[in-house]
C-alpha cells in the first residue's frame, strides 16, 4: 500500500516538474495552487457576513480601518472585498467542479459509449448530441436558476453542468470512431480483449490531454456562468458571488465614473480574469504531461538525480 502511494506521489511529482517547464505552466500552475488554497482554508478568514456589514462603509476605498480587511476597499454592503475575494474562490471552486465532473463525466462516457459501440446506440445518442446542441444553454440556465432561486452552489454546479456536456460527447465520439479503426486497437480485440480493457488501455490515454483540458475550461465556465447569473440579478445576491458585486458597482455607483464604483470592479475584474488566464494556460500546457517522450525523460532525469545522492 506503502510503495502504491509513493508511486503516485512520485507520478505527481513528475507531472508537476514537466507541467511547470515552461513559462506559460508556471503561471498557470501558480494562479491553481493560489485558488484552491483559498478555496480550502477560506473558513480560517473571517466571513463576510452582518457581524462584518456596516453601511457607513458601503463602497469605501482601500484602507486600513476599522481593520486592515479594508485593504481592497468594501462592497455594496459594507464588508471588506478582501473577504469577498477570499470566500468567493471557495464558492466559485464549488460550482465549477461540480460543473466540470459534470460535464466531462457525462461527455466522456457517452461519447465513448457512441463511437465505439456504433450502430443504433451511437445514432440514438448523436441525435441527443445534435438536439441539445441546437437548445440555448443560457435560456435553460436563467430559467432552472429562476426556479432555484436559493440553490446551494453544488445545486447550482449541477445546474449549470448537466446542459454542458453535448458539445464534448460529440467530439469524443469523432475521436473514438476514429481510434476504434486503428491497427492497435484491432489487435487488442484479436487477442479477445473486451470493450472496456480497449476503450481503458487503447482509447481513453490518447484523448486523456482533451478530456483535462476540457475539464480545466468547464471549472472556468462554471465560474463565469455564476458570475453572470448574479450580474444579472438572477440569483440571490450574495457578496462572495463577485457577480452581485460587478452588478451593484455598475448600476448603484455608477462604475467607470466614480472611484467608488471602479475600484471594486477593476479589483473583482483583476482577479476573474487571472483565474480564466491561470486555468486556460494550465489547460494548454498540459499536453506536456500526456507526452510519453517528455514523461519518460523526466522519469529518467528523476531516477539519475536520486541514484546519484547516494
Known amino acids: 500500500m506503502m510503495e502504491k502511494?509513493?508511486?503516485?506521489?512520485?507520478?505527481?511529482?513528475?507531472?508537476?516538474k514537466i507541467l511547470t517547464s515552461t513559462a506559460q505552466g508556471k503561471f498557470g500552475f501558480a494562479v491553481v495552487t493560489i485558488v484552491f488554497f483559498f478555496a480550502?482554508?477560506?473558513?480560517?478568514?473571517?466571513?463576510?457576513?452582518?457581524?462584518?456589514?456596516?453601511?457607513?462603509?458601503?463602497?469605501?476605498?482601500?484602507?486600513?480601518s476599522p481593520s486592515p480587511w479594508y485593504i481592497l476597499g468594501s462592497d455594496y454592503l459594507g464588508d471588506p472585498l478582501l473577504l469577498d475575494v477570499i470566500w468567493g474562490f471557495r464558492y466559485f471552486m464549488e460550482i465549477g467542479l461540480v460543473a466540470a465532473i459534470l460535464t466531462v463525466g457525462i461527455g466522456v462516457v457517452l461519447g465513448l459509449v457512441a463511437g465505439f459501440v456504433g450502430g443504433l446506440i451511437d445514432q440514438a445518442l448523436n441525435f441527443v448530441f445534435n438536439l441539445l446542441l441546437t437548445i440555448p444553454s443560457f435560456a435553460l440556465w436563467l430559467i432552472l436558476a429562476l426556479i432555484f432561486r436559493n440553490a446551494s452552489p453544488f445545486l447550482l454546479g449541477f445546474i449549470l453542468g448537466i446542459l454542458s456536456w453535448a458539445g464534448l460527447a460529440r467530439s469524443i465520439r469523432s475521436v473514438t470512431l476514429s481510434a476504434k479503426n486503428k491497427e492497435y486497437v484491432e489487435a487488442s480485440k484479436s487477442l479477445g480483449l473486451g470493450p472496456l480493457s480497449i476503450?481503458?488501455?487503447?482509447?481513453?490515454?490518447?484523448?486523456?490531454?482533451?478530456?483535462?483540458?476540457?475539464?480545466?475550461?468547464?471549472?472556468?465556465?462554471g465560474i463565469y456562468g455564476a458570475m453572470g447569473l448574479a450580474f444579472l440579478g438572477i440569483l440571490p445576491y450574495t457578496n462572495i458571488n463577485w457577480g452581485a458585486v460587478l452588478g451593484t458597482a455598475l448600476y448603484e455607483e455608477a462604475a467607470v465614473y466614480t472611484l467608488s464604483g471602479t475600484i471594486p470592479v477593476?479589483?473583482?475584474?483583476?482577479?476573474?480574469?487571472?483565474?480564466?488566464?491561470?486555468?486556460?494556460?494550465?489547460?494548454?500546457?498540459?499536453?506536456?504531461?500526456f507526452d510519453v517522450q517528455r514523461r519518460k525523460e523526466a522519469e529518467n532525469a528523476a531516477f539519475a538525480k536520486k541514484s546519484s545522492k547516494r
Not at 278 to 288: E, L
Open 266 to 289: 477593476a479589483i473583482i475584474s483583476t482577479v476573474s480574469t487571472l483565474i480564466l488566464m491561470g486555468f486556460v494556460f494550465t489547460a494548454n500546457a498540459s499536453d506536456m504531461i
Open 199 to 221: 476503450i481503458r488501455h487503447d482509447i481513453a490515454p490518447a484523448i486523456m490531454p482533451y478530456i483535462f483540458m476540457n475539464f480545466m475550461l468547464s471549472v472556468n465556465s
Open 5 to 16: 502511494i509513493k508511486g503516485m506521489l512520485r507520478s505527481a511529482l513528475i507531472s508537476i
Open 40 to 64: 480550502i482554508f477560506a473558513p480560517l478568514f473571517p466571513y463576510p457576513g452582518p457581524a462584518l456589514s456596516d453601511i457607513n462603509l458601503v463602497f469605501v476605498p482601500p484602507r486600513l
